[in-house]
């Protein structure tokens, strides 16, 4: 299981997917549910938040070694009314988030009732041969 951020000016994308075979398909919209309603109702653990903050930061300075990462970012960083060097900044305020922000900010986006499933695969029944 994966999730990711596509962020946009109004209102961008969060999403999360996972790659089954097609019989364990209503299992893993499963395991994806009970991991969101998890994250909306209990604090992570320090570990977790450790971890992750790790992630973004070492991902973002990653990405920094790419140019069109870098322009990305700097673009990213104007529209969003940040300034260009919001990047000296954004270490910091990574590194300020606490277990209570995030599971503030899941109660408030993470719900289900707003959730849009996309499957993607084989044909459930497959195409017949034409005569």
């Given amino acids: 299981m994966h999730a990711f951020l596509k962020e946009a000016k109004d ?5 999360v997917y996972i790659a089954t075979a097609p019989e364990k398909k209503e299992r893993a919209i499963k395991e ?7 994250i909306s109702t209990n604090p992570v653990t320090d570990a977790e ?3 992750a ?4 930061i070492g991902g973002y300075e990653i ?7 870098l322009s990305g970012s700097l673009t990213n ?3 969003y009314v940040q ?5 000296k900044e954004f270490t910091r305020r990574i590194e300020a988030v606490t277990k209570e922000d995030i ?5 408030k986006y993470l719900k289900l009732s707003t959730a849009t499933i996309a499957i993607v695969g084989p044909d459930e029944k497959p195409n017949k041969e034409p005569k």
């Fill in 77 to 79: 960083f104007e529209l």
């Fill in 49 to 51: 938040l450790n971890r």
């Fill in 32 to 38: 994806i549910e009970k991991e969101l309603k998890e």
């Fill in 103 to 107: 599971l503030r900010v899941a109660k």
């Fill in 63 to 69: 990405g920094l070694q790419s140019v069109s990462n």
């Fill in 83 to 87: 300034g260009y060097n919001f990047g």
């Fill in 11 to 15: 209102p961008g994308v969060f999403a």
């Fill in 53 to 56: 903050k790790n992630s973004i």
